[in-house]
């Protein structure tokens, strides 16, 4: 699999993901459970496409029954022609510009996020401790203060506040930033970031990395409970707008979620029974399943069918020929020669028609050397001997040469030249 495919694969499945959340999760209050399916989505997404499947069935090619069935084309001798290599021209090949094309938006978010971090580390360093080390649900982080005009912020066990909210805000901040740090927010905008450097060209992973920041918001607004919640959403209000909010920290205020998180904050929490939505994934995934998983399809040719085969194996019986067939009397002939026979669960040849020849004499005698034949091994199919048809080609050529080819299930075998006797 090319990985121009496997990436194709991946955003499609990003995108069956993502609907199926948009359509049935995301009004529901599980917001810890939606939170997690979308990071396991984005994960099943890179892992699916590399899945194989592997199935292995039988099936029985039939037998001509006549000689006009055999695909005699594939008897052909091949003629080989020396290949003469020329020198290579250029030519316009639009896989490596989409390649290339991809390789240079791959590269530009890869920049794009190592700037982030970077601005994101000068910060860490420009601003000063609060005191010691907190604690929060057994996850320890470091209480900074920034000069800078930002929204207050976390970023993994960091927790940043702006020199007003140091002295105005801190509690009711420090509260909902360390919902942030306790449940590792971060890892899932750097997730998501990681994998935007992968498929960049994918619009559907803006809605994940927006869906994901109001999941995160829902679940740190979701510790205010009872009649706290409309003094706390007066306080969302009143609370000044904020510039420069950061790329991938979790900013205590963005003014695009202000409405939703307070809608969300108001609502009744969803009934035990909707999370019953969450079935509907299995048919989900089976259908995707089927149509990015990789099949590995594997046939076995007339349930392993093992083929008669005269004693001594197949040099044996070509010397037999040859050493049993003698010209007949008059102007020698050339050409081919068809006949079939049945060989027997006991390995009895019988049966033996020559469908076509050359002339009656060669004919006859061809019958006669393939009727004389001694017991043959016999077929072989899933463990039990059974009857089975042989179809062969002589091929009366000059200088007393047979070529004897013989056929079987579709599939032919060319001898090489031997000298008749």
Known sequence: MSVLIYLLKVNLVLAAFFAFYWVFLRRNTFFQANRFYLLLSVLASFMMPILKVRHTYNFDAPLPHTLNEIPTESLKAVVYQPVFQTARTFTFNWMDLFTVFYLVGAAYFC??????????????????????????????????????????????????????????????????????????????????????????????LLLYKNSLRKLHEFLADSIVEGEEKVPYAQFLFEYNFRVNASNLGNDFFRDSLLKERIQMMMKERSPIWLAGKYIFLIPLIVCMGYFVVAQDVRRVKDSDLTPAEFKGGNKAFEKYIAAEFKYPEGPSKEGDIYASFTVGTDGEITNVVVDKGIRAD?????????????????????????????????TIGKHNTIVVTQTNENATRKSEALTAE
């Open 111 to 204: 920049i794009r996020f190592i700037v982030a971090l970077v601005s994101v580390y000068m910060l860490l360093r420009e601003s000063e401790p609060i005191g010691k080390p907190e604690t929060r649900s057994g996850q320890n982080y470091w209480l900074l203060r920034t000069n800078k005009s930002y929204s207050s912020y976390s970023f993994f066990n960091f927790l940043i506040l702006n020199r007003d909210d140091v002295f105005y805000n801190r509690g009711i901040i420090t509260d909902h930033e360390e919902v942030h740090i306790s449940q590792g927010h971060s890892w899932d905008i750097f997730l998501i970031e990681i994998v935007q450097i992968f498929c960049w060209f994918n619009p559907i």
């Open 362 to 394: 060669y004919n006859g005698r061809v019958g006669s050397i393939l009727k004389g034949m001694p017991y043959w091994i016999p077929a072989v199919k899933r463990k039990q001997v059974v009857e089975s048809r042989v179809f062969m080609r002589l």
